[in-house]
């Protein structure tokens, strides 16, 4: 059983910055491939970035490659989102997950476990 716990998200202007953390339980953290998924008011659910269990392999949707980045801290059970340039379509309900599985997916549904969510708001 993993518990994952989401911080850092909050309001900020277009152009801005945010870091977004989460925080897993359990010992053997860099088993898990972790990724970030996000819901934006009115949308599905949808993938943002993932990364291997041992941090060497990420992966992000097309719309958030060189802005946003993803890594991790086995050594912590962290695993954190650098958010840069931000625009207001990056507003959402942002999700951290954990995969049974050292390799990370694009798909929700191979994610067992899930954080709560935290917001990240972008004004214009």
């Known amino acids: 059983q993993v518990q994952l716990v989401e911080s850092g998200g909050g309001l900020v202007q277009a152009g801005g910055s945010l870091r977004l953390s989460c925080a897993a339980s359990?010992?053997?953290?860099?088993?898990?491939?972790m990724g970030w998924f996000r819901r934006a008011p009115g949308k599905e659910r949808e993938f943002v970035a993932a990364?291997?269990?041992?941090?060497?392999?990420?992966y992000y949707t097309d719309s958030v490659k060189g802005r946003l980045t993803i890594s991790r801290a086995n050594a912590k059970n962290t695993v954190d989102l650098q958010m840069r340039s931000l625009k207001p379509d990056d507003t959402a309900l942002y999700f951290c997950a954990a995969r049974s599985n050292y390799r990370p997916s694009y798909e929700s549904y191979e994610y067992q476990y899930w954080g709560q969510g935290t917001q990240v708001t972008v004004s214009s």
């Open positions: 990364i291997s269990g041992g941090g060497r392999n990420t």
């Open positions: 359990g010992r053997t953290f860099n088993n898990y491939a």
